[in-house]
Each structure stands twice: as C-alpha cells, then as structure tokens.
C-alpha cells in the first residue's frame, strides 16, 4: 500500500480570524490596528475585490520586526 502526503504551503494572505489565531493578536486588535493606521493596506494587509480584509503574513511580520528594532 502507498502512502500519499500532501505538502501545503501557507497563503500568504489570510482572513482576520484566521490571522488572529495564527498571531495571537485579537481580531479586534487587528481591525483596531487597520482603522488607526497602524497597519497599512498593501503592506499589512490588503482589500478584496469585495471590500473583505486579507493579512500579509510577510507583512505582519515585518512589522512584528520593526517594533522590536
């Protein structure tokens, strides 16, 4: 018998409540963050077509990096 394994690799955009569990940040945090300008659309995230928010994983890290500069 053959074993398949499936390799995924990680979007690199996600929804805020899926972003919230992988970053441990609330979604509440992440909206605050966006309406405050703290976070920046093309950078920490970016807008659908339909208005929906994606985060940039690449991107929250390299804010997560910056703060701790």
């Known amino acids: 018998m053959e074993t398949l394994v499936a390799q995924v690799a990680p979007a ?12 441990g940040l609330s979604e509440k945090a992440i909206r605050r963050k ?17 208005g929906g928010i994606f985060i940039s994983l690449k991107g929250y890290q390299r804010w997560l990096e910056r703060a701790g500069v």
Not at 12 to 23: F, M, N, R
Not at 41 to 50: A, H, L, Q, T
Request: net charge negative; glycine share 6%; hydrophobic share 40%.
């Open 12 to 23: 690199p955009y996600v929804t805020v409540p899926l972003a919230a569990t992988i970053t």
């Open 34 to 50: 966006i309406e405050d300008g703290k976070w920046v659309v093309g950078r920490e995230f970016v807008r659908s077509p339909d």
